[in-house]
């Protein structure tokens, strides 16, 4: 084993077999199921460090049956896309936080660090070797899913000897079937995703896998999604928090006769995912003239007033596979609603249409990038 992970000892084998791309209708797409013909992959050892990285057909892995990851969920990924513009050219989406993210999330788990450009560039001719996969619709893009897992054949609890990173892509549409229909959210009081403390803030896949029950439930009630508020002590309602795959906005116009419009997201307070779209949201709102944007403890006593008197505006979520969602509904436990008037444009108004500034969340895109690779 080379100790680190190299762009330069990357070594490509293509599949003889490739599959018919699917058509890219958000009714038919299904959200992260289809897969693109190659994955990249390397493999670490203690001791030894990274493998040289490869591009293969894609294909199934094998792993000891006593491979942490199937026994302490040791596993961490990320979300990122690629995006086709309409010169042709191939950009991804503030890739480095990806990377950056990945890095902190496999330092929780004792997952092995990696050189993050190096990743990058694997990452880019992958994403070069699928190039004809990457849509050119607006709405649809290429999902990249970077994950590592422990994979030392160990029962005991201990820190991760040896590790596997590998990297799917999957053409995508929306993230819901509903596509960017406003959807309802469960207001979730019982079941946390979250806690002081605790691993909220990475992306490891433990925090999804127990979301999927209190989701299960909320679909039960109409909801295509949880919006978990933890009861804190300091009110009634608890502390908004994120929903399972998004992080949440709240527009809210303040109280008084000219009251300011604030747009309202939980702070990274170690309970909040460092979502990337997050953080283009919040820059990008900071350009606008007429909206203060606050990172700030939300109570959900303060969303429910807001609503009774008129003054909330908007409820989205953002994330790199749902990107701006909009909501329509909040159902409590006691299946009241709190109906969310002015939405329906929600994700044309953020995405397109920012008052007062000239750019979209599309100036946060890198450059292109060059097809020529090796
Ligand atoms: C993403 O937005 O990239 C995520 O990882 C969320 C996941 C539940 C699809």
Redesign the pocket.
């Known amino acids: 084993f080379p100790s680190n992970l190299r762009y330069e000892d990357l070594v490509i084998t293509r599949s003889k077999s490739l599959q018919v791309k699917p058509r890219l209708d958000a009714s038919t797409l299904k959200?992260?199921a289809v897969y693109t013909d190659h994955m990249l992959q390397a493999s670490w050892k203690d001791g030894l460090g990274w493998s040289a990285p490869s591009i293969d057909p894609l294909g199934s892995i094998s792993l000891h049956p006593c491979a942490q990851v199937l026994h302490y969920g040791v596993e961490c990924?990320?979300?990122?896309k690629v995006y086709k513009g309409k010169d042709g050219q191939l950009r991804l989406f503030r890739p480095e936080m990806n990377m950056d993210r990945l890095a902190r999330s496999a330092a929780r788990l004792t997952l092995p660090q990696f050189d993050k450009l190096e990743l990058l560039e694997c990452i880019k001719e992958l994403v070069r070797v699928e190039r004809d996969w990457v849509p050119d619709e607006e709405g649809f893009s290429v999902?990249i899913?970077p994950t590592m897992i422990g994979t030392h054949p160990f029962l005991g609890v201990s820190p991760t000897r040896e590790a596997m990173l590998y990297v799917i892509l999957s053409p995508v549409g929306p993230?819901f079937p509903s596509g960017l229909k406003p959807i309802k959210l469960y207001v979730e009081t019982e079941n946390v995703r979250a806690f002081p403390g605790g691993v909220g803030d990475n992306?490891i896949g433990g925090n999804?896998a127990t979301t999927i029950l209190p989701q299960l439930r909320a679909s039960h009630m109409g909801c295509s999604q949880v919006l978990y508020v933890l009861q804190d002590g300091m009110s009634e309602g608890g502390l908004v928090g994120e929903s399972?795959?998004?992080n949440m906005f709240f527009l809210i116009r303040q109280e008084g006769e000219d009251g300011e419009l604030e747009l309202v997201t939980p702070p990274l307070d170690g309970l909040i995912l460092p979502?990337v779209?997050r953080d283009t949201v919040i820059k990008l709102a900071q350009g606008f003239r007429d909206i203060k944007v606050s990172e700030r403890p939300l109570h959900f006593d303060e969303v429910e007033r807001a609503s009774e008197t008129g003054r909330l505006l908007e409820v989205f979520g953002t994330?790199?596979?749902?990107m701006i969602q909009p909501v329509m509904s909040l159902t409590k436990k006691d299946h009241t609603e709190i109906k969310i008037p002015f939405n329906a444009d929600a994700a044309k108004y953020w995405l397109a249409k920012p008052p007062g500034t000239g750019f979209t969340l599309n100036s946060f895109m890198e450059e292109p990038f060059s097809l020529c690779g090796r």
Do not use: D, L, Q, V
Request: proline share 0%; with cysteine; hydrophobic share 25%.
């Open positions: 959200f992260g990924f990320e979300g990122m999902y899913r993230y992306k999804y399972g795959s998004m979502g779209t994330g790199t596979a749902c």
